[in-house]
């Protein structure tokens, strides 16, 4: 159990939640049929809502509630996010890089709120990516879309909890709950930048099964190959005969005598004619 917990200036608490916003409110914005008012709903859940899944996952007071600026500043952000998409997409890299280090430092505050609770290390861990990713979850779901964090893409939820393990791991060896957040947030961060930079992501759960397909169908090339250049041949069954298929047997086979019908074959008994 930790004594303290990785605490942020309330500047940079409302920059990270102000971020979330803004992106929330500038993807729901692309949707139709989504008033003034659904945009700025979806664009504050994008803000408050990791920190508020964590803290009600651990039971307490949502820190989104214990403070008046929290939805003010969400507000606002989803607002501007809303009417002012085009200039804000001239300055998406800053956005990303504010969000990159907004999940880092999230994570960080989850992870180190729910080991000072008690949690064992894994939970912790799992409150910790919660706490970073939980916003765009919320998202998704009020806009009744696949959860984005589910898809193959770049790494996100990935990048936190690289991040939040190695906070964990400091915390193991005694650095200060201060310094080992700063880390996180920085590995979290540079994770995450870095994926977006060259588009890392996770292999997708097909892959197996598509790299399986792929050898049976060079397999199967090869034997085509091999049938047509008569290196292998494949053995042919007769079906047996029956007798539907007498009529049509070979006329140079001999016809089987029928003592009923004579030794000719024709219905007469052999005469003298027939004698040596």
Known sequence: MLDETFRTPLPADLIAV??????GALF?????RIDLLGVAIIGIASGIGGGFLRDILLGVTP?????????????GAAFIGMLLPRLLQKVDPVITVLDALSIGMFGAIGTTKALALGLPVAPALFIGTVSAVGGGVLRDL??????????VGSLYAVASLAGVAVLVVLLAFGVPVVAAGVVCVIVTAVLRLLAVRFGWSLPE????SRIRLRRQRQVEAVI??????????????????DARDLG???LDDPAPENP??????DGTPPGDGDRP
């Open 142 to 151: 009020m806009l009744n879309i696949p959860i984005a964090l589910m898809h």
């Open 248 to 250: 049509d047997r070979d």
């Open 260 to 265: 009923e019908r004579g030794a000719r074959g």
């Open 28 to 32: 729901a914005a692309g949707f139709k």
């Open 205 to 208: 759960q097909r892959a197996l």
């Open 63 to 75: 820190a989104a509630f214990s403070e008046n600026l929290y939805l003010i500043v969400a507000t």
């Open 18 to 23: 102000g971020v979330g916003s803004l992106q």
């Open 224 to 241: 085509d190959e091999a049938l047509h250049t008569g290196t292998i041949t494949l053995p042919i069954a007769l079906p047996d005969l």
